[in-house]
């Protein structure tokens, strides 16, 4: 199945789960995945958030950032990934003088978070 984001509807979304400015992106979705197109201006980030249904991973297009995942930093550029497990929680700044352009996919999993980590669902 091709995917193509340019003839896909873009968004833009302020502080993008608590960051900073804005968050420009072109998502398909279906039952299992979503498949993102982001743009990060400089100086732009995703808030710090928690995958309890879903992990991430992100591939770098162009630019640099730094990715925060369970509070190890680590920087990014063009050409590598970034793997948000399960359970985990991260954010993401661009840190460079580009915009910061990247692939996210979210696959869900069909697991309960509260039970994976031995905690009661309220």
Same mark, same amino acid.
């Given at each position: ?6 003839? &896909?509807?873009? +968004? ?5 789960? =608590?960051? /900073?400015?804005?968050? $420009? ?8 995945n979503r498949i993102m197109k982001v743009t990060l201006r400089p ?17 770098? &297009?162009?630019? +640099? ?5 369970? =509070?190890? /930093?680590?920087?990014? $550029? ?37 039970a994976f980590n031995g905690e009661e669902k309220e």
């Open positions: 199945m091709l995917i193509d984001f340019d003839k &896909i509807v873009h +968004s833009t979304i302020e502080n993008f789960r =608590g960051g /900073e400015k804005n968050t $420009r992106m072109a998502m398909y979705t279906d039952d299992v100086g732009a980030s995703i808030g710090l958030h928690r995958h309890t249904t879903s992990s991430e991973i992100i591939f770098v &297009i162009t630019g +640099s950032g730094v990715m925060t995942c369970d =509070g190890v /930093e680590e920087e990014l $550029r063009a050409g590598l990934c970034s793997y948000c497990p399960f359970g985990s929680e991260h954010t993401l700044r661009n840190s460079g003088q580009d915009e910061l352009v990247f692939y996210a996919v979210v696959p869900e999993h069909d697991v309960d978070f509260e």
